[in-house]
């Protein structure tokens, strides 16, 4: 019996990818190894929208190398956007690799390590399935249900944005017919998840292939705010969500992620308001509060339009929670476009904020732009950019402190407890008199730590008995999971 490792760096879409290549490896009859010296086969799944990540790729395959010295049949194989972005450049500079896929080509997966075992020349595959897009859904796989997990509805970028890789990496959009993507999260369901998250590169600017979701009209269509009028959007991800929640009812939450601001019409601020499912916390990534900067990303809206469109959101959903992603650093970022952005943030009150120093990536449009922000200057505003949104951040958590929240639980605490998620998407860690790992738990809100929320559950049922701990000071904060759902999206 063959085993495989697979080793993940990134977003959730890789973490999702990383996924489907377990179930692939799984029906082709491969089994899980406990770690890398009892694996046959290795495989990195690999990033490149930010970090020097071909170098951390080098070291890994560098490390992974002398393993292979010592076991020559031992297999590396790397997916992911570095294999999608290097394709032959990978084996020519590092020979040990036997293997590199593209993320579309997980399905070939067991073919080409056959191949190699069999003593071919080393594989690559880097094309996009352009003319025939394919999805891999979990119904394949025979593992159960998590409590929270993915859907894929879209994927590829036919966004611009200059500082972006995800265009070359993942390729033009393609989307899942609505059917497909209900069919998995109605299984999803069935084998006893409560909470799905729509992923795509830009979620929203879903359209149903084979047009079955319900159709808007322009106005209806028009993304909120000043001069969106006659913009139409082509998007018919509100549909979707709509189609989701009639169709599978006894689905608990529903989120999604990453969507673009572009998106964000009438018609998808509509079903906020309506869908009960959908979670009050949206991802909705900004990137600058600077017009000129956004200008020069190519976001396509101007920091009124993000304001107005945020600001019809939260009317719409009161209570709704919201987090973003930032670049500190893009190419000509000035002190003073720099402090729009804090302005922003500052205006908008945002959960969590991601902040990201600009790094140059390979093939896209920002290069000709140069990288003159310091390095310095760049670690100096993330600090400030940090310093306040972890503020803010503390100040929403201390707010939550008296009142309740239904918490569906993800099981067990890193140190002791359980631990779940609210729909505006605070973790909160409580005790409780048996597991409800699962389940939606009403928690009254005792306690605010520095990244999540303590509680005791309301029932009497789940209250924990005496001697128990209370949550508090007394309690550890474990310490701030990077859990998948936490990272954020390529976009
Ligand atoms: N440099 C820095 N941050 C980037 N991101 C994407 N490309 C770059 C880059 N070249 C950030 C964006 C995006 C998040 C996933 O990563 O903020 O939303």
Redesign the pocket.
Known sequence: MRRYHVITFG?QMNEHDSDRIRDVLDEAGYLPAAGLESADIVLLNTCS??EKSEQKLRSEVGRLGMLKRERPSLVIAVAGCVAQQEGERLVKRMPQIDVVIGPDHAAALPRLLEEVEQGSLPRVRTSFDVDAPRFLSSILSGRRGRVSDFVTVMKGCDERCT???VPTTRGPERYRPSEEIIAEVERLVQRGTAEVTLLGQTVDSYVDPLRNVERSTPIENAPVGRGAYGRRDESEFPGLLRAIAERVPALGRLRYT?PHPRHLTRRLIEAHRELAVLAKHVHM?V?SGSDRVLKRMLRRYTVAEYSERIAALRQAVPGLTLST???VGFPGETAEDFEKTLELVDAIGFAGV?G??????PF?PALKLGDDVTAEEKSERLARLFDLSEGQRARHLERCVGSTAQVLVEGPGDRGGYTGRTERNEIVHFDAAHDPTGQFVEVAISYAFRHSLGGVPTSPALQPGPGSRAPGPRVVEPQPTRSPRML????
């Open positions: 977003c929208v930010r500082f972006c890789v990453s990534p990137q992603d930032i670049i991601y990201f120093k600009y790094s140059p990536r896209t954020p999206m390529l976009h």
